[in-house]
Antibody
Framework: EVQLVESGGGLVQPGGSLRLSCAAS????????MDWVRQAPGKGLEWVGR??????????EYAASVRGRFTISRDDSKNSLYLQMNSLKTEDTAVYYC?????????????????WGQGTLVTVSS | DIQVTQSPSSLSASLGDTVTITCRAS??????LTWYQQRPGKVPRLLIY???SLQSGVPSRFSGSGSGTDFTLTISSLQPEDSATYYC?????????FGQGTRLEIK
């Protein structure tokens, strides 16, 4: 059974840092790209970013709203995904989901998010 | 960035009704559009991918259509468990973008 379990959320002051983790199990973690998606309280879904697999040299992509402040990384030996968040702003307050994009065909467009973690809440407030 | 606009933002319908939710992309995204359902307090759930392909385990009363810039999600024979917020998401290019969501209330 595929499981994604996030941890590391909490209350942090504006300008502070936080590191989220996602422990993956039930699938070959190293073979998959992994994403983070967030959802502010009572709001919609926002894609945060992606880390590709080793075949794609672990390259990363970010939403403009977090680029330069957030860093996504992974440790395939630990089946873990990370989100390092620096220079946090109040508008970063959200539930952060670890998400697996599943590719059903060749080509960058042929994917969907098939598994989501339960999310971890990050609150940025003074 | 590709903008994705959903309408309506909310709607109310009765048990057994059929409803349609629309998603419009700011540019041609072919059929690279996905629909998710998020029940209150729950994690999003995949309904439809590639605009019209039903995910395994999803009831057949959910259907999707469209191509290019205009897409629809249709839910027929509404059930109480369909009360949720529905999101579309374009998979054509990064950054991935979601519609703002459509909240469906079952009367």
């Amino acid at each position: 059974e595929v499981q994604l379990v996030e941890s590391g959320g909490g209350l942090v002051q504006p300008g502070g840092s936080l590191r989220l983790s996602c422990a993956a199990s039930g699938f070959t973690f190293s073979a998959h790209f992994m994403d983070w998606v967030r959802q502010a309280p009572g709001k919609g879904l926002e894609w945060v970013g992606r880390v590709r697999d080793s075949r794609n040299t672990y390259t990363t992509e970010y939403a403009a709203s977090v680029r330069g402040r957030f860093t996504i990384s992974r440790d395939d030996s630990k089946n873990s995904l990370y989100l390092q968040m620096n220079s946090l702003k109040t508008e970063d307050t959200a539930v952060y989901y670890c998400v697996r994009p599943y590719y059903y065909g060749s080509g960058s467009h042929y994917f969907y998010f098939d598994y989501w973690g339960q999310g971890t809440l990050v609150t940025v407030s003074s | 960035d590709i903008q994705v606009t959903q309408s309506p933002s909310s709607l109310s319908a009765s048990l057994g009704d059929t409803v349609t939710i629309t998603c419009r992309a700011s540019q041609d995204i072919s059929n690279y559009l996905t629909w998710y359902q998020q029940r209150p307090g729950k994690v999003p759930r995949l309904l439809i991918y590639a605009a019209s392909s039903l995910q395994s385990g999803v009831p057949s009363r959910f259907s999707g259509s469209g191509s290019g810039t205009d897409f629809t999600l249709t839910i027929s024979s509404l059930q109480p468990e369909d009360s949720a917020t529905y999101y579309c998401q374009q998979a054509y290019s990064l950054p991935l973008t979601f519609g703002q969501g459509t909240r469906l209330e079952i009367k």
